[in-house]
Structure formats: C-alpha cells, structure tokens
C-alpha cells in the first residue's frame, strides 16, 4: 500500500508505504517506510504472531494516515 500526501503551498510532499511480510519463524510483519517523495525514507518493522493481527495493523494505520490527508 503506497499513501502520499502532497500540499504545494506548504512545499509538503510525503509518502508512505506500508507492506505485509512473512517471516522466517512463522511470524508476521508489518513493514513500513515514509519521508519525502524522491528521496530515501525510514524503514520500520512491527512483528505479529499472526497474518489476521499484521493486516489489522495495517488497516488501524491507514485510518489514522487517511485522517492526516494521505491517500
């Protein structure tokens, strides 16, 4: 999922990505990058004991990044 909020006025121009991976002891993350469009972001990874829990993390996560402004 790749969210970006631009705001020209304001020279506001972010991005946010956010993915859902295994790994490799039957875990799930959830794998998230941000910062400004055209350049190198963060990276930040959440481990859950289940798919269901990494994608419910997820969707909580776009709520409150769609309440900010990105789409």
């Known amino acids: ?3 970006t909020r631009t705001e020209p006025e304001a020279n506001l121009h ?3 990505r956010m993915e859902i991976v295994r790994g490799l002891f039957g875990d799930w993350g959830r ?4 910062g400004r469009v055209g ?4 990276t ?3 481990w859950y004991d289940s798919e269901a829990d990494a994608k419910d993390a997820r969707f909580l996560l776009h ?6 402004g990105y789409a």
């Open 14 to 16: 972010r991005f946010y």
């Open 44 to 46: 930040r990874t959440d």
């Open 31 to 34: 794998v998230r990058e941000w």
């Open 39 to 42: 350049q190198g972001g963060q």
């Open 1 to 3: 999922m790749y969210l």
């Open 63 to 68: 709520l409150r990044k769609a309440k900010r």
